[in-house]
């Protein structure tokens, strides 16, 4: 099984600044045949269930905001969130769907500093 | 607007049977993959089920093979989850999870989840 394990914990930003979360797997989810990497971020508000913010490691879902964007590949992954809104304030979870079973890392939480 | 209400959570003894189910609106529920999806307690995601459309392909996650059985009605755009010999480690809230893909060469991209429905096993 793949597994997914996201950097840091937690991260404190301010307002208007950047915010990054990193995302690594155990094993490549670069399919080659493709070339596109099975990876998704999605974003959970308290009481809220997980919303899909991103797929295929740097495709935007519709109606995602554009300061948040995906990068990297094979087993490095990142999420950014260029100018942090007091919205943005969330738990952040990578989730590869390379393989079954589908795998999501422990959570990033982020909150304002 | 694509709508899933989870229901059939509640309180359970360890060794006891629970039935979720997922009541789905909006859209073609017939053309889509279904999942489950849990989190215990503040703590993160762990996915445990899949169906395909048709109902002829199903995966599980280790932690429940064998004890919950996925299952949908397309007629009723209804999806299930009956769950036996429920433990502690079950206790969660379970979340309905549409899959974004089509057919049956990707899955596992979860584009609309429902609100979710508690289970506590507890003695």
């Known amino acids: 099984d793949i597994v997914m394990t996201q950097s840091p914990d937690s991260l404190a930003v301010s307002l208007g600044e950047r915010a990054t979360i990193n995302c690594k797997s155990s094993?490549?989810?670069?399919?080659?045949?493709?070339?596109?990497?099975?990876l998704a971020w999605y974003q959970q508000k308290s009481g809220q269930p997980p919303k899909l913010l991103i797929y295929?490691?740097?495709t935007r879902e519709s109606g995602v905001p554009d300061r948040f964007s995906g990068s990297g590949s094979g087993t490095d992954f990142t999420l950014t969130i260029s100018s942090l809104q007091a919205e943005d304030v969330a738990v952040y979870y990578c989730?590869?769907?390379?393989?079954?079973?589908?795998?999501f890392g422990q959570g990033t939480k982020v909150e304002i500093k | 607007e694509v709508q899933l209400v989870e229901s059939g959570g509640g309180l359970v003894q360890p060794g006891g049977s629970l039935r979720l189910s997922c009541a789905a609106s909006?859209?073609?529920?017939?053309?889509?993959?279904m999942n489950w999806v849990r989190q215990a307690p503040g703590k993160g995601l762990e996915w445990v089920s899949y169906?395909?459309?048709?109902?002829?392909?199903?995966y599980y996650a280790d932690s429940v093979k064998g004890r919950f059985t996925i299952s949908r009605d397309n007629a009723k755009n209804s999806l299930y989850l009956q769950m036996n010999s429920l433990r502690d480690d079950d206790t969660a809230v379970y979340y309905c999870?549409?899959?974004?893909?089509?057919?049956?060469?990707?899955?596992?991209?979860?584009?609309?989840w429902g609100q979710g429905t508690l289970v506590t096993v507890s003695s």
């Open positions: 999870a549409r899959d974004r893909w089509l057919g049956s060469a990707i899955k596992y991209s979860f584009d609309s």
């Open positions: 909006g859209f073609t529920f017939s053309n889509y993959n």
């Open positions: 169906i395909i459309s048709s109902s002829s392909i199903i």
């Open positions: 094993q490549s989810v670069l399919y080659s045949s493709t070339n596109k990497n099975y």
């Open positions: 295929w490691a740097s």
């Open positions: 989730q590869q769907y390379y393989s079954t079973p589908p795998a």
